[in-house]
């Protein structure tokens, strides 16, 4: 990451920033461009993070394994919940690594490096 450090209240003013349809929809197109790289790189980092070791596989065998349908079925949805969770926060860390690049490319264009 840059040497920048953001406060709390800068981060929320980013946050209701990028809640403005038109930031959001920009960002949406920049991801788009990028996701097959970025979908790449997620999976090797939750590879690399132990996320589809063992300890998943076995949590796959645990829930396919409860009898009960509606337990399964919560069970499942808890997994999914998770790996969305660990995907999400994943995703950040991808991201505020390429802003971090792409500032540090600008930087280079501008001879301010």
Do not use: C, N, W
Request: cysteine-free; proline content about 1%.
């Amino acid at each position: 990451m840059a040497d920048q450090r953001y406060s709390a209240e800068q981060v929320d003013a980013a946050v209701e920033a990028i809640a403005d349809g038109e930031r959001f929809g920009q960002a949406q197109e920049i991801v788009t461009h990028a996701a097959p790289g970025l979908q790449q790189i997620l999976g090797h980092a939750l590879d690399a993070g132990g996320f589809f070791d063992s300890a998943h596989q076995g949590e796959i065998a645990r829930v396919v394994a409860i009898e009960d349908q509606q337990q399964r079925r919560v069970a499942l949805a808890e997994l999914i919940a998770e790996e969305s969770r660990m995907a999400m926060l994943v995703g950040v860390a991808v991201g505020l690594a390429l802003a971090d690049e792409l500032a540090g490319a600008e930087k280079s264009r501008d001879g301010s490096a």
